[in-house]
């Protein structure tokens, strides 16, 4: 069974073999993260380490049974309560509701582990799979999005409030 986890030093290993596997297909519906990224994985992977330990996002992948990594799903840009959710899943298991599911884990954590409020995520409009994940996910359109932010593409914001279980005072 596919168990979501934080990113750890470990990982760096299956965190590059997923990005090879799929960069072909990440390509068509996502901005390539470019030969730059492959070339000086080692120095980036120890970047994100660093920015995860300082506390400026939570990056997680979902490992299956044999140690691969099937997705990679990240809160970046964590401020106050709020922070920005990507995500992208190996092309052998999309259709299958893997990233959906693992966004609704991710929600969950984001709340309880993170103590968030609000995510929001971008989504090409081309990217019909992307939005229909973030929709079952409980996140709702709220407005377009830069193309800046993906990679020149038209596309949108959305954004789900998250349930703390924490009562409010009044």
Not at 43 to 69: K, M, P, T
């Amino acid at each position: 069974m596919p168990e979501l986890k934080r990113l750890h030093a470990g990982h760096a290993p299956a965190v590059l073999a997923f990005e090879l596997a799929n960069r072909a297909y990440f390509a068509a519906s996502v901005p390539d993260r470019g030969d730059d990224f492959f070339d000086r994985f080692t120095d980036r992977y120890s970047a994100l380490l660093a920015e995860q330990e300082a506390g400026i996002c939570a990056f997680h992948v979902l490992v299956d049974d044999d140690g691969s990594v099937l997705g990679r799903f990240n809160l970046v840009n964590i401020e106050e309560d709020t922070a920005e959710l990507g995500y992208r899943v190996a092309q052998h298991v999309t259709g299958r509701g893997v990233a959906s599911a693992t966004v609704r884990e991710l929600c969950r954590l984001s709340a309880q582990r993170y103590g968030l409020r609000t995510l929001k995520a971008a989504a090409a409009r081309e990217n019909a799979a992307s939005q229909r994940v973030l929709t079952k996910a409980g996140f709702v359109l709220i407005g377009p999005a830069d193309p800046a932010e993906l990679g020149g593409k038209p596309g949108d914001w959305y954004r789900r409030d998250l349930v703390t279980g924490r009562r409010r005072s009044s």
